[in-house]
C-alpha cells in the first residue's frame, strides 16, 4: 500500500504515465481499475487514450470523488439520508421560515420575505445549497452547530451566523438522522479503527487513480491522503500549469497595490511578488489544493514529475504565452512579440455583432482548417459560456451548411423546448391572461401534444382558428366585446358550425351571449376542429384547476395526471418523463414532515428550477466535432480549441 504522486503541464504526458502503470502492473480479474476522474468528458478521453496504448482497456470504472466517498460509505454500510438533499432540504426550510417563533427572533431575515411566498421559496433553495456547501467547505460550521456551540466566524457575521444556527438546528430536530458531516466523520474513524471495514476496503480496491484534475476539496484531498493509502496504493496524475515554479504564494497585482496602500511601503520592502496573470487568475481552491498537497510530506516524498514535464516552445504566440504560464513570467519580461507571431494563426480573437455570425465565422473557420490543414472533426472542441444559447444556432449553420460537417452537442440541459422538460415549461408557465392563439399552438406543435391529441393537420388548426377568429382570453369580457375573440366563444363556433348547418345566430339555454356556427366545419375540418377543442378544453381544464392550493404530494399527482393528458411520450424519451418523475417526487418522510398546502405559484416556480440544474451529459469524444459547455472538457487537449460567446 503506498501512495504515488505525479505532476505534469501536459495531460497527455499523464494519461501515458497512467497507461504503464496499468500494464505494468495490472489489477486481479476479480478487482477494478478504479480511476477518480471531475467530468464525464475526461472520463471518455482517458478511456480511450488507455485503449489506444495498451491495445485493450477493460474492467474498470471512473467515478467521481464523490461518487468514490459514496462506495466507501456503502462498504461501511453508511447511508446518507435523502433529506439532506437540497431539493428536499428546501421545503423543510421553506417550512421552518413561516413559523412564528423564526419571524419574531430573527424578523431583519423575515423582513426580506415576508409574505412573499416566492421570496420565501428562493431563500430556503439559497439556504439549503449553502448548508450543502457548509457540509463541504466548511465542516467545522456543522460540527459545531450540532453540538449547540456558535460557529467561528467575525463579529460582522455573528447575526446571520445566529438566524442560520437556528434553521440548522430546526432541520435537525425534524429529520433525526445522522447529516452528510457526521457520517464522513463516523466513516474516517472507521477507516483507522474498523479492522473489518479496512479488510473490506482492501478486498475491492487494489488501487486508487487520481486523474486529471487542479481542484480538490479540503475532505477530498483528507481521505485521499492521510487515510486510504494505508489501505490500497493511491496514485494522483495531476494537471499544473507551472509545475517547475512554486507560484502558490505569489499575489496579483491588484492585491499588492492594495496592501502596498495600506501598509505605505514598497513591495520589494514587504517581500512580495506576483507572477504570470493567466496563472495569478487561476482559481482560489486549486492554489489552496496545491498549498495542501506540497506540505504533505508523503506526497512530496514520492513525487515524480521530472520525466513528465513539457516544455513549451516559442514558435508561435500560443507557444510563448504558454511559455510564460509555464514559467511564471510577467509578458512585459517574456519574449518579445512581433506582428509576425500576431498574425500567425495559432491564436485567433474574433469579434462578431450576433450569435449566429459568430456560429457562421467558427463554421468557416473549422472547414478552412480541415482543408488547409488535414484536420479531422474530431480534432475540434467548442466550447461556450452557455451551450443552450447556442444550441439553436448550432443547429442552424450546421445542419444547413453546403458542406456537411458532423458534430455533436454534449451536456446540454434540460432547458430546451425540444424535450419534455421543455415542453412541460411552456404548459406550466401558461397563463390565464397569456392565453393567445399563438400560445396555445406553440404548445400544440409539440410531436408528443399533437400525438396525443391525434391531429393530423396543422395548418387546418391554424385555419379553424382563424375563421373562429380567436385571438386571446379563454372567456373574454361582453363589456369590452373581447368574449368574441375568447377561445370559449371560439370552440362554441367550431361545435355549432359542425351541428347546426345556418347562417343565423344560435341562442345557447346557459348564456346570454348568441353563438353564430362556424361555415365549413364538415369533413376534415370537422375532424381536426374537434380534437383541437378536446386539446383546449384540456389544457383550461388544468389551468383552472391548479388554482387549489395543494400539499407536496397532491401536486406531484396533479401534474403527473395532466402529463399524461396532455402528452403521448415514446419509448425513446421514457428517461426524460423518469428524470420528471424523480424531480418531482420526494422521500416519504418529507411527504409527513410537509404537510402544508402550498400554491401553484410556489410549487411550479420550485419545480421548474429544479428540472432546470442538471445537465444531459453525453455525447463525448463521439468522433464528431464536439460542442460542449466550459468545464466538461476543459482540460482535454484537442488540435484545435474554439471558445463562442467569450464576451467578458
Not at 149 to 168: C, D, G, L
Not at 366 to 377: A, H, S, V
Not at 461 to 477: D, L, P, Q, T, W
Amino acid at each position: 500500500m503506498a501512495l504515488s504522486s505525479y505532476i505534469s503541464n501536459d495531460i497527455e504526458k499523464l494519461a501515458e504515465k497512467l497507461a504503464y502503470s496499468i500494464d505494468k502492473n495490472p489489477v486481479s480479474f476479480k478487482q477494478k481499475e478504479y480511476i477518480i476522474v471531475q467530468t464525464e468528458g475526461m472520463s471518455k478521453w482517458l478511456s480511450v487514450k488507455l485503449a489506444e496504448k495498451n491495445g485493450i482497456f477493460a474492467n474498470f470504472e471512473f467515478l467521481s470523488p464523490n461518487q468514490i466517498l459514496f462506495e466507501l460509505f456503502r462498504i461501511a454500510g453508511i447511508r446518507n439520508s435523502e433529506m439532506y438533499k437540497t431539493d428536499n432540504l428546501k421545503w423543510i426550510i421553506f417550512n421552518i421560515l413561516d413559523k412564528k417563533e423564526f419571524k419574531s427572533k430573527f424578523k431583519s431575515t423575515y423582513d426580506y420575505y415576508k409574505e412573499d411566498n416566492i421570496k420565501r421559496l428562493q431563500l430556503a433553495t439559497k439556504l439549503a445549497d449553502l448548508f450543502d456547501q457548509y457540509s463541504i467547505y466548511r465542516p467545522d460550521y456543522i460540527l459545531q452547530w450540532n453540538q449547540n456551540k456558535e460557529a467561528n466566524v467575525k463579529s460582522a457575521y455573528k447575526f446571520h451566523e445566529e438566524w442560520q444556527r437556528y434553521v440548522w438546528t430546526e432541520v435537525k430536530n425534524i429529520i433525526q438522522k445522522q447529516d452528510n458531516v457526521e457520517n464522513r466523520e463516523y466513516l474516517l474513524d472507521n477507516l483507522k479503527n474498523n479492522k473489518e471495514l479496512i479488510g473490506r476496503i482492501k478486498s475491492v480496491f487494489k488501487r486508487i487513480s487520481i486523474f486529471g484534475f487542479s481542484v480538490f476539496t479540503p475532505f477530498h484531498l483528507e481521505v485521499f491522503l492521510e487515510y486510504l493509502p494505508g489501505l490500497t496504493d493511491v496514485n494522483f496524475y495531476l494537471f499544473n500549469p507551472a509545475p517547475e515554479d512554486y507560484w502558490l504564494q505569489d499575489i496579483p497585482e491588484k492585491t499588492k497595490v492594495l496592501i502596498e496602500r495600506r501598509y505605505g511601503e514598497m513591495s520589494k520592502e514587504l517581500l512580495l511578488t506576483s507572477g504570470n496573470k493567466l496563472l495569478m487568475n487561476l482559481a482560489k481552491t486549486a492554489k489552496e489544493m496545491y498549498l495542501i498537497l506540497l506540505n504533505n510530506e508523503s506526497f512530496v516524498n514520492n513525487l515524480d514529475n521530472e520525466t513528465l514535464l513539457s516544455k513549451p516552445g516559442n514558435r508561435t504566440l500560443l507557444n510563448i504565452i504558454q511559455s510564460d504560464i509555464y514559467n511564471n513570467v510577467k509578458p512585459k519580461t517574456g519574449k518579445s512579440i512581433n506582428a509576425s507571431l500576431i498574425n500567425d494563426g495559432s491564436l485567433s480573437v474574433v469579434s462578431n455583432y450576433t450569435p449566429m455570425r459568430e456560429v457562421e465565422v467558427l463554421y468557416n473557420y473549422l472547414l478552412k482548417q480541415i482543408e488547409t490543414n488535414g484536420y479531422k472533426p474530431n480534432d475540434f472542441i467548442v466550447m461556450t459560456s452557455n451551450i443552450d444559447t447556442y444550441t439553436p444556432y448550432i443547429k442552424a449553420v450546421f445542419d444547413n451548411s453546403p458542406v456537411k460537417l458532423p458534430y455533436t452537442i454534449a451536456d446540454r440541459s434540460y432547458v430546451g423546448t425540444d424535450n419534455l422538460v421543455g415542453i412541460l415549461k411552456q404548459i406550466l408557465l401558461l397563463q390565464k391572461d397569456e392565453f393567445t392563439s399563438e400560445n396555445v399552438m406553440q404548445i400544440l406543435e409539440f410531436d408528443e401534444v399533437k400525438n396525443k391529441f391525434d391531429i393530423k393537420n396543422l395548418f387546418l388548426v391554424r385555419e379553424i382558428i382563424k375563421k373562429a377568429n380567436i385571438r386571446h382570453g379563454i372567456e373574454g369580457n361582453i363589456n369590452d366585446e373581447t368574449v368574441f375573440v375568447s377561445w370559449r366563444y371560439g370552440l362554441n363556433r367550431i361545435v355549432m358550425g359542425y351541428a347546426i348547418k345556418t347562417d343565423e345566430l344560435y341562442y345557447p339555454e346557459d348564456s346570454e351571449i348568441p353563438v353564430l356556427p362556424l361555415k365549413s366545419i364538415e369533413g376534415d375540418y370537422a375532424t381536426e376542429g374537434l380534437k383541437l377543442i378536446n386539446f383546449v378544453n384540456t389544457l383550461i381544464e388544468f389551468i383552472q384547476k391548479r388554482n387549489t392550493e395543494r400539499t407536496l404530494d397532491q401536486w406531484r399527482i396533479f401534474v403527473l395526471e395532466y402529463i399524461d393528458k396532455l402528452m403521448q411520450i415514446s419509448e425513446e424519451k421514457s428517461d426524460q418523463l423518469n428524470y420528471i418523475i424523480n424531480k418531482i417526487s420526494f422521500p416519504d418522510q418529507l411527504y409527513e414532515n410537509i404537510d402544508k398546502k402550498i400554491s401553484y405559484e410556489v410549487f411550479s416556480k420550485s419545480l421548474i428550477d429544479s428540472l432546470y440544474s442538471n445537465t444531459r451529459s453525453s455525447k463525448f469524444i463521439s468522433g464528431q466535432i464536439t460542442f460542449c459547455s466550459m468545464i466538461p472538457m476543459r482540460s482535454i487537449p484537442y488540435k484545435v480549441v474554439a471558445i463562442l460567446g467569450l464576451n467578458n
